[in-house]
Every structure is written in C-alpha cells, then in structure tokens.
C-alpha cells in the first residue's frame, strides 16, 4: 500500500479545511491592501477620489504623497508576482492533481 492510499478521508478534509482558510486568510488581506492602493492611486495621482483634508504643510504632503504612491505601486507589483508564482501553479497543480486524488479517496 502506498502512503497515499493509508490516508483517510477525514484527514484529507481536515487539510483540504486549513489549507482553505489559510489561503482565504492570506487573500482577504491581499483584497484590502488592493483596496487601500486603489484609494492611494485613484485620489493621488488620477484625482477621482478627493484627498482627506489635514493640516499638514504643502511640502509635507507632497512628500506623504509621494511615498503613498511609491507603496501602492510596489504592493501592486508584488501583488500580481505573488498571483504569478504561488496562486497561478497551486491553481494549476490543484486542477491537474484533482482527478487523481479524487480516485484515490473513491
């Protein structure tokens, strides 16, 4: 008997319930900072969104602003090398290994 065969059904569903929330956990955190980036891109440098008023200098939000930018554009760019190299290949092995695993459990 191989090693796939001795495991259990409940034991492939408790790990098929982890690998889901841990991986919902890291999306749900990936959606708001894509939120908060759109804001950052929309209001500061496409003025769609209006800025929030304070009461710092003209310099020292031009500064502020410049670094939100800086950010947003760097979290959009490891956004989509995070989507690239872990969330594409784990999509495609699930889909490629689903009819396989799905066998072995019936």
Do not use: H, Q
Request: charged fraction near 20%; charge should be positive; aromatic fraction near 12%.
């Amino acid at each position: 008997m191989s090693e796939i065969e001795k495991v259990s059904k409940s034991e492939i569903r408790v790990w098929r319930i982890k690998r889901w929330f841990s991986l919902n956990a890291v999306s749900v955190m990936l959606f708001i900072g894509m939120v908060l980036t759109a804001w950052a891109v929309f209001s500061i440098d496409i003025p769609l969104i209006p800025k929030v008023p304070c009461c710092f200098s003209d310099e020292t939000l031009e500064g502020l602003d410049r670094a939100n930018l800086t950010l947003a554009y760097s979290y959009i760019a490891g956004a989509i090398i995070y989507g690239m190299t872990v969330k594409y290949p784990y999509n495609l092995k699930k889909r490629r290994l689903a009819p396989v695993i799905n066998a072995k459990i019936e």
